[in-house]
C-alpha cells in the first residue's frame, strides 16, 4: 500500500511524540494555570459580592464556568467565567482567558436586552476607561480572542468618536484587556490579582 507523503512523521514530529517530559510538564503547567483561575474565581467572587452590577433578567451572580480545552485554532485554552451568564439571548459574562502560544485576555461579554445601557455608559464614562490598557473588540462574533489591527481597537481618549461610531453598529460588544504570556507577572502567578485589576478597570461599563 502507497503512504501518502502527507501522513508520513518527520523526524522532527516523531522526537516530538516520544518525548515524555513534554508532556509531563505540559500537565504540571495546565494544573497551575486551573490554581491561578480557581484562586482567580475567589477574588472575583469578593469584588461580586461588594459591587452593584446593571444585570440582565434572571442573572445569578453565584453562577462560573471552568473549561480547558485543546482547539481555540489549534492551540489549547483554559479559562474562567465569572461571573457567567448566556441566557435568552443575553450575554452579561466576565472572561479570563489563558490561550497557549497566544495572550491572557480578559472580557466582559455583553449582549442582549441591556446593551443600549452598556453602550451608553461607554461613552457617557468615557474618562474613566480611556488609556488604561482596554480594548474594544472589532470582531464580527463574540467568540474572536486575537488582538491587534483589525481585530482590536484600544480605548483612548483620542478614540471616542471612532469607538462611538464602532458601537452605534452594534447589538452586542466586548471589551477586553491582552497580555502576553511572557509577562513576568503571570510567571510571578499574578493572574488573579491582574484579573481583579482588570475586572475594576471595566466596571463603569457594567454598573448602574
Not at 477574588?43 to 459591587?51: I, K, N, S, T
Not at 443575553?90 to 485576555?105: D, I, Y
Request: net charge positive.
Amino acid at each position: 500500500m502507497k503512504m501518502l507523503t502527507s501522513l508520513v512523521l518527520t523526524d522532527e514530529e516523531v522526537a516530538l511524540v516520544a518525548d515524555e517530559r513534554l508532556f509531563r510538564r505540559k500537565a504540571t503547567v495546565v494544573a497551575k494555570i486551573r490554581g491561578q483561575l480557581e484562586a482567580t474565581h475567589q477574588l472575583l467572587q469578593r469584588e461580586l459580592a461588594q459591587v452593584s452590577l446593571a444585570t440582565p433578567p434572571g442573572f445569578n451572580g453565584r453562577a462560573v464556568q471552568l473549561v480547558k480545552g485543546e482547539h481555540l485554532e489549534d492551540f489549547p485554552y483554559q479559562y474562567l467565567d465569572c461571573p457567567k451568564h448566556f441566557q435568552e439571548g443575553n450575554a452579561f459574562t466576565f472572561r479570563t482567558l489563558f490561550w497557549w502560544g497566544h495572550h491572557v485576555v480578559w472580557a466582559w461579554l455583553l449582549e442582549g436586552e441591556e446593551i443600549k445601557r452598556y453602550k451608553r455608559h461607554m461613552i457617557d464614562r468615557f474618562h474613566q476607561l480611556a488609556d488604561r490598557g482596554l480594548e474594544l473588540s472589532l470582531a464580527p462574533t463574540l467568540w474572536e480572542w486575537k488582538r491587534g489591527e483589525g481585530y482590536t481597537l484600544p480605548i483612548a481618549h483620542d478614540r471616542k468618536a471612532q469607538l462611538a461610531a464602532v458601537l452605534a453598529e452594534r447589538s452586542f460588544f466586548k471589551i477586553v484587556r491582552c497580555l502576553p504570556l511572557t509577562d513576568p507577572r503571570l510567571q510571578n502567578g499574578e493572574l488573579p490579582r491582574l484579573s481583579q485589576e482588570t475586572f475594576r478597570a471595566m466596571l463603569p461599563v457594567v454598573t448602574p
